[in-house]
C-alpha cells in the first residue's frame, strides 16, 4: 500500500501500532473513567477511537477485496489519524458520523487576526516509558500516542512561577527549546531522547509567535484524537508566574511587551473581549508616552472594568483619572501627569509645547479684546442705567415739585381764608386737629431716644375743651393704654365748677358733661409698620389712609384747621388731603426763623434788647475773629455762649469762661485805664483784639464744653457740628442773678398778638435747658413784658408768621447802672411745653391767666347758701400760683403702674382739691416705659406752690429709690434750683419790706 509520500504502508504493522498504542491509552485511565461514571460525574460516552476499530473488522472480513480495495481502506486509516489533513472531515462524517472542526480555517484565522482562542487546560497522566505531552512527528501516517480520553480528565490550576524567575530562565529554556527542535527535526529521534533532552514540567496554553518563528504553516498541529492543542517546534510550554490572580503586567517607556509572559497570560485569558481591551490599553500607552512615565504596573482586572464602562465604543478619549485608576503605581504615575511641564518631555512634547504657547498667545489677545470690549460695553450700560436713572430721578423730582407747589398754593389759599374768617371761626363751634410732630431732619430724629414719647409730651393739649365751641382731635404718636385713657377721660369731665372736696392725684369729676365727648384720640396706623424709623407724626400720619379717611368723615362739614409743633413738609400733605388749614407759616418760613440766626434777625427788626452776639457762623477763622472782636467791645462778660442753629432744648450749646483767659486780666487793666468812654474808639481796643486772636484758639480748645455732654461729649464733637450746621455767639448776661422766663403768643390770622401764658423757667442741671416754670412770672413787669411781646409779635406777623410762638427773655439787674434788663434770647415757633401745660392747669382751675397784669385768676365756687343778689353776681376771684414740670425723668418710675404711683401720693396727702382750687395734679405719657412724666402744683402763693412741687418730688423720689438704687433723674437738680428761687423770693421780700416807707 502506497502513502501519500509514495512509500509502502505495511497495513499488519499499522493495525499493531494501533492496538498497541489503545492498550497504552486505555489501560491507565479505565480504572478513573469507571470509578467516575459510577460517581455519576461524567456520563457514559465511548472514545472515538471506537469507530476505527469497528472499520478494522468489517475490512478483514470482506471476501475477495482487491488491492486497490485495500488501498483505499488503509488510506482512509490514515486520513483518520490525521485530522490536520483535508480530507479528514468527509471521511469522519461518512464513516463514522463526526463533524471535526475546520482547523485548517481556524488556524489561518488565527494567523490573519493574531488571536488566541483560550480554553481549559488538560492535564494528561504520563505513564511510565511513554510521554503524551511531546512528540515528534515523523511522516503524514505516524499514529499520535495522544486520544481524546485527555477530553475526559478533570481541569485544575496551573501552578505559574514568578515573572523574576521566569526571566532568569530564560537562556535555559531558549536553550532547551533549541534541543527539543533538534531532536524534532534528526531522522530516527525517539521520544525517549526528548524527554530526557526537553523536560516540560507541565503544559500551558500556546504562546503567540515570534519574529523568529513568522511561519506556522511548515509546522503541523501536535496531533491529539481530539486536535484541539496546537503545537509548533518553536512554542514549547515554558513556565509561567505563580500569582496571576490580577493579571498584572508592566508598560515601560509607555509601551507594552507582547512577549511578557504576564502579558501574554493576561491577553489570553481575555482574548474574547480583547478589542475594547486593546483600544483601553492603547488609551493608557498613548497617556504614558504623552508624558514619559518610565514605569507603570497596570492591574489587568482594573483594565478590563474599564473597558467595560466604555463599551460603547471610545467616541472620544477616556478620561485621565479613569486611565491612572487601573495602575497599582497610581500615586508615583499621578505625581509625573501633574508636574507641570511633564507632558512637553513626552511624546510630541515640543509641538504641544509650540501649540501651547501660541494657544496662550492667542487666548491673551482674545481676552485682550474680550475684556476691552466689556469694558465699553459696561462704559455704555453704566452711562445708559444713569441717563435713566437721571432722568426718572428729574421727572420724579419735577412730580414730586409740582406736587409740593400745588400743596402749597393750596396752603396758602386755605391760609387767606383762615386769616378772613378768623373771628367768626374764633366765636363759633370748630375742630382743632392737633398733630404734635417734631418735624426735625433726619439725623436729629435717628439722634433722639423716646422719640415718640417726645412727641406725646403735650398730650395736654386735649385740655383746650374747656372752651365749649372747642372740639379736639388729638393724633396721638403710639398706642395709650387702658390706664391712659380712663386717666384722661376722668380729668377731661371735670369743668373746674365743682363743689366736692377731692384730693385724689387725678381730677376726680362731679358730674358727667358733654366735654367727654369732645375729644378723640387717634393712633395712625403706620405706628405699627415703622416702629423704629423715628419718623415724625405728619410723616406717620401721610402714610396711614384709614385714620385719614376718619379724620375726613369727623370734620366733614364743619370748620376745622390744624395745630402742629415743629414745622415739616408733611404738613402740606396731610392738610391737603384733608382740605383744612394749617395754623401756622409755611414750613420753609418756619424753618428760617425757627433757628438761632432767624431769631437774631426777628429781634433785630422788632428792635429789642438781645444780648452782644453775631450769628450765621460757619468757618472756624469766622469764629474766632467774631469772638475776639465781641469780647474786645463787651469786656465786662465774663461767659459766652455757642448756639447751634437746628437744636432745641439746651443739647446745641455750649458755654466758655473767659477767667481762663490769660489775656483777661491784663484786658480789664487797659479798659479801667481808659475809661468807658475812650475804650470804645477802634484805636485803642487795637492791641487788645490782636491779643485775644492769638489766645482764643488754644482757650477754646482747652475749656469750652458743651452744655450736655449726653449728645455732645467734648468740644471738637460740638464744633464740627456747630461749624456744619451754622450757630451764633452770644454773650451771656453779666450778672450773678439771672431769670429767665418763657411768653407763649398767638399770632392770629386777623393780625393781633394775644398773650397766653408767661411763666419764669426752671432751669434743669446745664442751666441752660428749662425743665419747668412758675406761673404766672415774677421777673418783669406785666407792661414791660406786653411791650417787648408786641413788638416781636408785630416782627413776626411781617414776615408771614402766625399761629404759635415762644418767646424766651432773660432778666437781670447791671451792676453799674442797677436796672433791669431784659434781653430776649431766643424764638421757637411751636406751641411750647409750658402752653400746654398751662392748658391743663386752666381746664382743672377754671381760671385764666391775664399776662397784662401777671395774675392766675381763679374763680371760688358760691357757697350754698347765699342771697339772690349774690348769685346774679360773678363769682370771686382769687390769684393763685402754680409750678409746671412738664418733663420730669426718673428712671426707677417704671417699677410703678400710675394707679400704684397715685396711691403712693395719696398717702401722703398729695392730690388736688377742686373746691379751693390748688393741689397737684399729673400729666402721663405712656404706659410701657413710664419713666416721664409731668407735674402741676398749685397754691395761694408762688412760694407754697413751689415746697408743694419740691415736696412732691422728694416723696417720689424716696419711695422708688432704695438706698443702693438711686436711679438716674432730674428730681435732685431741679429740687435745688427750687430751693435757690425760694432763698432769692426770702431775699426779694426782705428787700421789698426794707425799701417799703415807713407811715
Request: glycine fraction near 6%; hydrophobic fraction near 35%; include cysteine.
Amino acid at each position: 500500500m502506497l502513502g501519500e509520500r509514495g512509500n509502502t504502508l505495511d497495513i499488519q504493522s499499522l493495525d499493531a501500532a494501533i492496538g498497541k498504542t489503545e492498550r497504552n491509552i486505555w489501560l491507565p485511565v479505565l480504572p478513573r473513567i469507571e470509578d467516575l461514571q459510577k460517581k455519576k460525574q461524567i456520563p457514559k460516552w465511548q472514545p472515538a477511537l471506537e469507530s476505527i476499530q469497528d472499520v478494522r473488522p468489517q475490512r478483514k472480513d470482506i471476501p475477495g477485496a482487491s488491492h486497490g480495495e485495500k488501498h483505499k481502506s488503509a488510506l482512509t486509516k490514515c486520513l483518520l489519524s490525521n485530522p490536520a489533513h483535508p480530507n479528514n472531515r468527509a471521511v469522519m462524517h461518512q464513516k463514522c458520523g463526526i463533524s471535526l472542526p475546520d482547523v485548517h480555517k481556524r488556524r489561518t484565522n488565527t494567523e490573519k487576526h493574531r488571536r488566541i482562542i483560550t480554553g481549559p487546560v488538560a492535564s494528561l497522566p504520563v505513564t511510565k516509558g511513554h510521554n503524551s505531552l511531546a512528540m515528534p512527528q515523523e511522516d503524514m501516517g505516524t499514529v499520535p500516542k495522544t486520544s481524546l480520553v485527555q477530553m475526559l480528565i478533570q481541569h485544575k490550576s496551573a501552578s505559574l512561577h514568578s515573572r523574576e524567575d521566569f526571566y532568569s530562565s530564560k537562556t535555559g529554556l531558549k536553550s532547551r527549546c533549541h534541543k527539543q527542535l533538534k531532536c524534532e527535526t534528526e531522522p530516527g529521534s525517539t521520544c525517549e531522547r526528548i524527554d530526557r533532552e526537553c523536560t516540560p514540567i507541565w503544559t500551558t496554553k500556546t504562546p503567540p509567535p515570534s519574529a523568529t518563528s513568522s511561519s506556522m504553516d511548515q509546522w503541523g498541529m501536535m496531533q491529539g484524537t481530539n486536535g484541539l492543542i496546537p503545537k509548533s517546534p518553536h512554542n514549547l510550554p515554558v513556565q509561567v508566574p505563580v500569582n496571576i490572580s490580577n493579571y498584572n503586567f508592566t508598560i515601560l517607556m509607555g509601551r507594552t511587551n507582547p512577549m511578557a509572559t504576564d502579558f501574554f497570560h493576561f491577553k489570553q485569558s481575555f482574548s474574547l473581549c480583547w478589542s475594547r481591551v486593546a483600544d483601553a490599553l492603547e488609551a493608557l500607552e498613548k497617556l504614558l508616552r504623552d508624558f514619559a512615565v518610565p514605569l507603570a504596573k497596570v492591574s489587568g482586572e482594573r483594565l478590563v472594568e474599564l473597558s467595560h464602562v466604555w463599551e460603547g465604543g471610545w467616541l472620544k478619549a477616556p478620561p485621565v483619572t479613569g486611565l491612572l485608576s487601573v495602575l497599582e503605581n497610581t500615586e508615583e504615575v499621578s505625581g509625573l501627569v501633574l508636574r507641570p511641564g511633564q507632558r512637553y518631555k513626552g511624546e510630541g512634547g515640543t509641538e504641544v509645547a509650540a501649540i501651547h504657547i501660541q494657544s496662550c498667545w492667542r487666548r491673551y489677545l482674545a481676552r485682550t479684546v474680550y475684556l476691552r470690549h466689556c469694558q465699553r460695553k459696561l462704559a455704555v450700560e453704566t452711562i445708559a442705567v444713569s441717563w435713566l436713572m437721571h432722568t426718572q430721578k428729574r421727572r420724579v423730582r419735577k412730580a414730586l415739585q409740582a406736587r409740593r407747589f400745588r400743596q402749597l398754593e393750596n396752603f396758602r389759599s386755605r391760609a387767606q381764608h383762615l386769616a378772613a374768617n378768623w373771628k367768626h371761626i374764633q366765636s363759633s363751634k370748630r375742630t382743632i386737629i392737633h398733630i404734635p410732630s417734631l418735624g426735625y431732619s433726619q439725623s436729629q430724629r435717628m439722634k433722639l431716644k423716646g422719640y415718640d414719647i417726645l412727641q406725646n409730651i403735650q398730650i395736654s393739649r386735649l385740655c383746650e375743651i374747656r372752651d365749649e365751641n372747642v372740639q379736639v382731635i388729638y393724633v396721638c404718636p403710639r398706642h395709650l393704654g387702658e390706664d391712659l385713657l380712663h386717666y384722661y377721660t376722668s380729668l377731661l369731665k371735670c369743668d373746674g365748677a365743682s363743689n366736692e372736696d377731692d384730693t385724689r392725684p387725678t381730677a376726680a369729676s362731679s358730674s358727667s358733661s358733654s366735654s367727654v365727648r369732645r375729644f378723640i384720640i387717634l393712633t395712625p396706623e403706620a405706628v405699627d409698620y415703622f416702629p423704629t424709623r423715628n419718623m415724625c407724626l405728619s410723616t406717620m400720619l401721610k402714610y396711614s389712609p384709614r385714620t385719614l379717611k376718619r379724620i375726613k368723615h369727623l370734620i366733614q362739614g364743619k370748620q376745622a384747621y390744624i395745630v402742629g409743633w415743629v414745622a415739616h413738609v408733611d404738613d402740606l400733605a396731610v392738610a391737603d388731603e384733608l382740605g383744612v388749614p394749617i395754623l401756622a407759616p409755611e414750613p420753609a418760613v418756619a424753618q428760617l426763623y425757627s433757628t438761632k440766626s432767624g431769631g437774631k434777625r426777628i429781634f433785630a427788626e422788632a428792635e429789642v434788647d438781645v444780648p452782644p452776639g453775631q450769628g450765621d457762623i460757619y468757618t472756624l477763622n469766622q469764629l474766632h475773629e467774631t469772638l475776639a472782636r465781641l469780647m474786645t467791645q463787651n469786656i465786662d462778660v465774663h461767659r459766652w455762649l455757642f448756639k447751634m442753629d437746628s437744636e432745641h432744648g439746651g443739647r446745641g450749646t455750649a458755654f466758655c469762661d473767659t477767667c481762663h483767659l490769660s489775656c483777661y486780666n491784663w484786658a480789664l487793666q487797659e479798659c479801667h485805664r481808659y475809661g468807658p468812654e475812650l475804650w470804645n474808639t477802634e484805636g485803642i481796643q487795637e492791641s487788645v483784639l490782636v491779643r485775644y486772636l492769638d489766645e482764643v484758639p488754644e482757650w477754646l480748645a482747652r475749656y469750652a464744653q458743651p452744655a450736655k455732654t449726653s449728645r455732645y461729649p467734648n468740644w471738637a464733637c460740638f464744633l464740627k457740628t456747630f461749624l456744619r450746621q451754622g450757630g451764633v455767639v452770644e454773650a451771656y448776661p453779666p450778672s450773678e442773678s439771672v431769670t429767665c422766663l418763657t411768653v407763649d403768643l398767638l399770632l392770629e390770622p386777623g393780625g393781633e398778638v394775644t398773650m397766653l401764658s408767661c411763666g419764669d423757667q426752671l432751669q434743669g442741671s446745664c442751666q441752660l435747658e428749662a425743665i419747668g416754670s412758675t406761673v404766672p412770672q415774677t421777673s418783669v413787669h406785666p407792661e414791660t413784658l406786653q411791650s417787648l411781646c408786641m413788638h416781636v409779635g408785630q416782627a413776626c406777623l411781617q414776615r408771614l408768621i402766625v399761629g404759635y410762638v415762644s418767646v424766651d427773655l432773660a432778666t437781670f439787674l447791671n451792676r453799674n447802672t442797677m436796672e433791669q434788663k431784659v434781653w430776649a434770647i431766643d424764638l421757637d415757633l411751636t406751641y411750647s411745653d409750658q402752653l400746654a401745660m398751662t392748658q391743663m392747669l386752666l381746664m382743672m382751675t377754671g381760671g385764666t391767666l391775664n399776662c397784662r397784669t401777671g395774675c392766675l385768676e381763679v374763680p371760688m365756687p358760691i357757697q350754698e347758701k347765699c342771697c339772690e343778689h349774690q348769685i346774679a353776681a360773678k363769682p370771686p376771684v382769687v390769684n393763685r400760683y402754680a409750678v409746671i414740670g412738664s418733663r420730669l425723668f426718673h428712671s426707677n418710675l417704671s417699677m410703678l403702674y400710675h394707679n400704684v404711683l397715685f396711691m403712693v401720693c395719696r398717702a401722703h396727702g398729695t392730690g388736688f382739691n377742686i373746691k379751693r382750687k390748688q393741689g397737684t395734679l399729673f400729666a402721663v405719657y405712656d404706659s410701657s416705659e413710664r419713666r416721664t412724666l409731668g407735674m402741676i402744683t398749685v397754691s395761694e402763693d408762688l412760694q407754697g406752690a413751689l415746697v408743694t412741687f419740691a415736696r412732691n418730688l422728694s416723696v417720689i423720689h424716696q419711695e422708688i429709690s432704695p438706698p443702693k438704687m438711686q436711679g438716674e433723674t432730674n428730681f435732685k437738680v431741679l429740687i435745688k434750683n427750687i430751693e435757690d428761687v425760694l432763698q432769692m423770693t426770702v431775699q426779694n421780700k426782705m428787700r421789698a419790706a426794707e425799701d417799703k416807707p415807713v407811715a
